[in-house]
T-cell receptor, first 114, second 108 residues
């Protein structure tokens, strides 16, 4: 595997379900990011981890819970979601969050909340 | 925060040139990125500008004017595969903020 991978690619869940999104980067980077992309809207930054420490929580509701066990893996735990949370969730990585490095994106997880 | 504006849609003919403009307001400017995103795929890096002027990469060029808060992405010799969304992203205080994207449709 190369680059940034995300699983699952598609997820349908009910409002009472609990699910997790997984992201893995094979680039040796130290920073990882979660973004939300809704139709016709800008990418919204959700969380930033730099050297495994969370450095940014962009006022994200607590029904989204990130986890970064090491610099290569990032999870987004989901529970009690709302239909308006349906979107494409993109993971990205970069060399260091405190520099203006290019971010490399994964293919995203298309989430539908029923 | 950052305000980033770019047109929603543009249409052009194969072989033509298209210029996508992006205006921004930010504090702590650390550079401007352009990404390409095909439908259902990940955004991929196209260009990076941190100093004023034009950066050329094959058929794609990107221009930056920091004093005007303005950038453009120039796509030359358009091909059908260039049909995609083009995202302008500004690094302000080491936080990357994205515009809503410009959907470019290339017609034969």
């Amino acid at each position: 595997e190369t680059g940034v991978t995300q699983t699952p690619r598609h997820l349908v869940m009910g409002m009472t379900n609990k699910k997790s999104l997984k992201c893995e980067q094979h680039l040796g980077h130290n920073a990882m990011y979660w973004y939300k992309q809704s139709a016709k809207k800008p990418l919204e930054l959700m969380f930033v981890y730099n050297f495994k420490e969370q450095t940014e929580n962009n006022s994200v509701p607590s029904r989204f819970s990130p986890e970064c066990p090491n610099s290569s893996h990032l999870f987004l735990h989901l529970h009690t979601l709302q239909p308006e949370d349906s979107a494409l969730y993109l993971c990205a990585s970069s060399q260091d969050a405190d520099r203006n490095n290019e971010q490399f994106f994964g293919p995203g997880t298309r989430l539908t909340v029923l | 925060g950052q305000n980033i504006d770019q047109p929603t849609e543009m249409t052009a003919t194969e072989g033509a040139i298209v210029q996508i403009n992006c205006t921004y307001q930010t504090s702590g400017f650390n550079g401007l990125f352009w990404y390409q995103q095909h439908a259902g795929e990940a955004p991929t890096f196209l260009s990076y500008n941190v100093l004023d002027g034009l950066e050329e990469k094959g058929r794609f060029s990107s221009f930056l004017s920091r004093s005007k808060g303005y950038s453009y992405l120039l796509l030359k010799e358009l091909q059908m595969k260039d049909s995609a969304s083009y995202l302008c992203a500004v690094n302000g205080d080491y936080k990357l903020s994205f515009g809503a994207g410009t959907t470019v449709t290339v017609r034969a």
